[in-house]
């Protein structure tokens, strides 16, 4: 019996040193973006969300895949504990027949600016809103490259006092990332892929590498969104190129020298 008790003490003590060595070690972590009722978790695999935060901290963010849309969810301020508090998301019902994707770009350190895709066409525009809360788009210019509307990834930067437009751009010339040229999600199958398929012998993948290349084009007018001819971004001197097996690389900015212009 005393044995038995003793056990009990001693894992009761260890327990209690692990929940406060946890305690000590949350002062490190991020503090959470939260609904007024619990965390917001990830959406799971295959669900590709975009948020695209107003200036008044509201956020849009878009889903491509189950409950494909646009959804809206209004900043309440913060928590005690320093976590940013979101309403509920709202789906826009209106909003989604009329624009799939949404970003903001953020130019001069005081204003993000709104992007947003046309939804029958996949090109890309400036967006004005009446206001936030009404989400009504009172203009919308597409942006041009050369007299041609955009579609993909892309992100502007100021760089120099220039701005620029930054597109990445998969080149594969013919070949596929998945063995037999297809994705899984197509009817009928593809033989090639699926439970123990898909490698050699030496367990490389027999797909190819996705190739991406990155241009850039000079800003000739804002007021319409007009961009210059694009010209490739260069590694001395010869064309920068990713090779990955991966899906194509995604473009964002980030301040990582402590300057004024941020970096790609």
């Known amino acids: ?92 019902s209106q909003w989604s027949e009329q624009y799939k994707l949404c970003k903001t770009i953020n130019l001069d350190r005081n204003t993000n600016l709104l992007f947003l895709t046309d939804k029958n066409t996949g090109y890309w525009g400036y967006a004005e809103l009446e206001t936030a809360d009404s989400l009504s788009v009172t203009k919308f210019v597409l942006i041009t490259v050369d007299g041609n509307p955009i579609s993909g990834d892309f992100t502007i930067i100021r760089s120099n006092e220039s701005i620029y437009l930054i597109k990445a751009s998969v080149v594969n010339d013919g070949t596929s990332y998945w063995p037999g040229g297809q994705d899984p999600w197509k009817y009928p199958s593809n033989p090639q892929i699926g439970f123990n398929k898909g490698y050699n012998s030496e367990g490389q993948w027999l797909g190819h590498k996705t190739t991406t290349i990155v241009h850039y084009s000079p800003l000739i007018n804002k007021d319409t969104w007009t961009f210059g001819s694009y010209r490739k971004v260069l590694q001395n001197g010869v064309p920068f190129k990713l090779q990955a097996y991966q899906s194509p690389v995604r473009l964002g900015t980030v301040n990582l020298l402590g300057e004024k212009e941020d970096q790609v």
């Open 1 to 92: 019996m005393f044995c038995r008790d003793n056990y009990i003490i001693t894992l009761l003590l260890l327990l209690l040193m692990n929940q406060l060595h946890l305690k000590a070690n949350d002062n490190h972590l991020p503090d959470p973006l939260c609904y007024s009722d619990t965390t917001i978790s990830d959406f799971g695999f295959g669900l590709d969300i975009k948020p695209a935060i107003l200036p008044d901290g509201n956020m849009l963010f878009t889903v491509t895949l189950l409950g494909n849309g646009t959804y809206f969810s209004r900043f309440l301020g913060r928590t005690n504990d320093g976590s940013l508090l979101y309403d509920r998301p709202e789906y826009l």
